[in-house]
């Protein structure tokens, strides 16, 4: 599944909704999932794994062109830790 509609039209087949029905739910959860992140929590993907908010701070570098030091900003990325079912499923 490369593709929104692909995921849309597995839900709505697997159960047993319509493709509207299934890209509400699939967008209702998302957009939960990313309101729990923004708040610095997680959101969970029972059986595939969990995303967490994390916080880098901000550091010093070099620009390897130039040898001059550089500041980056600190961020917050998004980190995911796949699930043990996940994990076998593909081993």
Same mark, same amino acid.
């Given at each position: 599944?490369?593709?929104?509609?692909?995921?849309?039209?597995?839900? !709505?087949?697997?159960?047993?909704?319509?493709?509207?029905?299934?890209?509400?739910?699939?967008?209702?959860?998302? !957009?939960?999932?990313? &309101?729990?992140?923004?708040? &610095? &929590?997680?959101?969970?993907?029972?059986?595939?794994?969990?995303?967490?908010?994390?916080?880098?701070? !901000?550091?010093?570098?070099?620009?390897?062109?130039?040898?001059?030091?550089?500041?980056?900003?600190?961020?917050?990325?998004?980190?995911?830790?796949?699930?043990k079912a996940a994990t076998d499923a593909v081993?």
């Open positions: 599944m490369e593709k929104k509609s692909d995921v849309v039209a597995a839900v !709505a087949a697997g159960a047993g909704l319509t493709q509207a029905q299934a890209a509400a739910a699939i967008e209702a959860y998302s !957009a939960a999932a990313l &309101g729990a992140l923004k708040a &610095g &929590g997680s959101a969970v993907l029972p059986g595939l794994g969990k995303f967490t908010a994390a916080h880098k701070a !901000a550091r010093e570098g070099r620009n390897p062109r130039t040898g001059e030091t550089m500041t980056f900003a600190a961020k917050t990325s998004v980190k995911f830790k796949p699930a081993n």
